[in-house]
């Protein structure tokens, strides 16, 4: 069996390999986006074909859509050669059950992919007459954070956008410049409203990306590319919104177990690529089950009816409290925990930490008794349903192949959001004492002893890539297992530092207690384990 408009015409034995195929004329489908595109995407990865194009798919099988969306790529241009245009844009959907069982289907509301690339002048040139039509109603994207970046660290524009501000928006690189250009385009040919919505897993992502897009209309207006009317468009949001929104569904590389289902059932060429931007990516994607996207409801040109899908369409303050929900209590703080003391107590896998004791009772103490009190209610979803699912099903997954290496990346800038948020708001609450807390202090201990590289079993350990880590392992030197007063001064001026906990530790009075218990975990191997079953047995 292939994955194809002519392989799915076998139905039986896409029916006997337990795969569900759509429930629509995919022609047609493909000849409406075509007349008549509403929706472009940028970002043609895992996320988008798992998750954000099964939402168009579900409003097509219902009969409430006629066309597809145009799935773009700015930066990985192998991904549209040998991932969408062998396989008519389909994709093979294989969510995973924590009991171990899939669910299949073939994913096919891609009407096509495109290189969006100046060496690709024809799918530019597509792009460019889809922003013209007037009914293309929104632009999406899950291109990550760095993707709308402009700046390097030092707030300085990287040598390729400066290029792009020079060159204009005929010869552009960049995908912000790219996007700004086919804006530019649009306005035009009759400035048609329209909704520029990113998609991707960061905080007031639609501000982040209307700065962006903003920045490099001003820089063109400076050197004389667009006119004063161009930028005043962009800048009306009754003409170009910018919607916030907050998504939350696991989507983790190609599984080999996957793969092998899928093979053993009879699909074909299921295996694997690595692009040239060493992107590992399948036919299929396999993915959690749960799946949240919450959206701010400002689309000049009319939109797809996505509520119908799932989506929860609201404003813009719910879709920040939704994310401060899952950031600060929900679920990311979990995540930064499990992730320190997995490393020190040896775990490659967030499931397999979820069958130790110690570790589901210290997240479940983080989440329910310390971060429930405080918990922001966005009302469209009930925090305690969520962490209950979050702890009892999507942690514990087997199937989703999450490392607590890869989470403890950049811990140092998690911290402020993950932690820091909830003491805060203990300090803000007259009936609540700050000095109360224990668990998220013993996260935030198990942190600072991960600091120092070495496991609980006392061996050399390598630490997740952090842009803090040489000067907190610099202000931690000379620190040393199976010496706790080595610890003597070291601590203070890190956790004074509010930049690293949102609140200075000493002045809150939490300080002694984390000190306190990071000496327990230096008592010597061992230690990390003994101090855990200590505080969460109390």
Not at 2 to 29: I, N, S, T
Not at 38 to 49: D, K, L, M, Q, Y
Not at 123 to 150: C, H, N, W
Not at 351 to 380: C, F, H, N, S, T
Request: one cysteine or more; aromatic letters at 8%; a negative charge.
């Amino acid at each position: 069996m292939k994955l194809c408009y002519e392989g799915l015409k076998d139905h039986a034995a896409w029916e006997q390999a337990a795969v569900r195929l759509p429930a629509f004329d995919w022609k047609a489908m493909v000849a409406e986006t075509e007349a008549n595109p509403t929706w472009v995407h940028f970002g043609a990865g895992n996320i988008f074909r798992g998750f954000i194009a099964r939402l168009q798919q579900s409003l097509l099988e219902q009969g409430l859509v006629k066309g597809g969306i145009v799935a773009a790529d700015t930066f990985d241009y192998d991904i549209i050669d040998k991932i969408y245009t062998p396989f008519d844009s389909m994709t093979l959907m294989v969510s995973l059950k924590p009991d171990g069982s899939m669910e299949k289907e073939v994913v096919a509301s891609i009407a096509e992919g495109l290189r969006a690339g100046t060496a690709y002048p024809e799918d530019l040139e597509r792009l460019r007459t889809i922003f013209r039509s007037p009914s293309l109603q929104m632009v999406s994207f899950t291109i990550t954070e760095k993707g709308y970046a402009l700046t390097n660290m030092e707030g300085k524009f990287f040598p390729f956008v400066e290029a792009d501000f020079a060159n204009g928006p005929a010869n552009c690189s960049h995908a912000m410049s790219l996007v700004t250009s086919l804006l530019l385009e649009r306005y035009r040919a009759g400035a048609t409203p329209i909704a520029v919505v990113s998609m991707d897993n960061c905080s007031h992502n639609g501000e982040k990306l209307r700065s962006s897009v903003v920045t490099v209309a001003h820089h063109w207006l400076d050197n004389g590319f667009v006119d004063d009317g161009f930028v005043a468009w962009l800048e009306d949001e009754s003409k170009v919104s910018f919607p916030w929104s907050m998504i939350d569904k696991i989507t983790p590389r190609p599984a080999k177990v996957v793969e092998e289902s899928l093979e053993a059932a009879g699909i074909e060429d299921m295996a694997p690529i690595v692009t040239s931007k060493n992107t590992f990516i399948a036919p299929f994607v396999n993915a959690e089950i749960p799946q949240y996207l919450v959206v701010e409801d400002r689309f000049p040109n009319g939109r797809p009816p996505l509520e119908k899908a799932g989506v929860y369409m609201t404003d813009r303050n719910t879709v920040n409290d939704t994310e401060r929900m899952k950031v600060t209590t929900c679920l990311n703080p979990l995540h930064t925990a499990l992730a320190v003391y997995g490393c020190l107590l040896g775990y490659t896998s967030i499931a397999a930490e979820m069958k130790d004791p110690e570790l589901k009772a210290l997240v479940e103490r983080i989440g329910y008794d310390e971060g429930m009190p405080v918990v922001v209610d966005p009302k469209i979803l009930n925090p305690m349903d969520f962490i209950r699912e979050v702890v009892e099903q999507r942690l514990p997954n087997p199937f989703i192949p999450d490392a607590p290496q890869r989470i403890a990346t950049d811990t140092s800038q998690k911290v402020p959001i993950r932690f820091g948020e909830t003491i805060k708001s203990y300090v803000a609450r007259p009936d609540l004492d700050v000095k109360s807390l224990t668990f998220i202090p013993l996260a935030i201990a198990g942190w600072l002893r991960y600091l120092l590289a070495v496991d609980d079993a006392g061996k050399p350990m390598e630490c997740s890539s952090d842009p803090m880590l040489a000067t907190l392992q610099g202000q931690l030197s000379g620190v040393t297992l199976g010496d706790p007063d080595s610890l003597d001064g070291k601590l203070t001026p890190i956790l004074s530092n509010p930049v690293l906990f949102g609140s200075d530790l000493v002045e809150l009075g939490l300080a002694d207690k984390i000190e306190g218990m990071v000496r327990e975990e230096l008592a010597g191997p061992g230690a990390v384990r003994a101090t855990l079953k200590r505080y969460l047995n109390h």
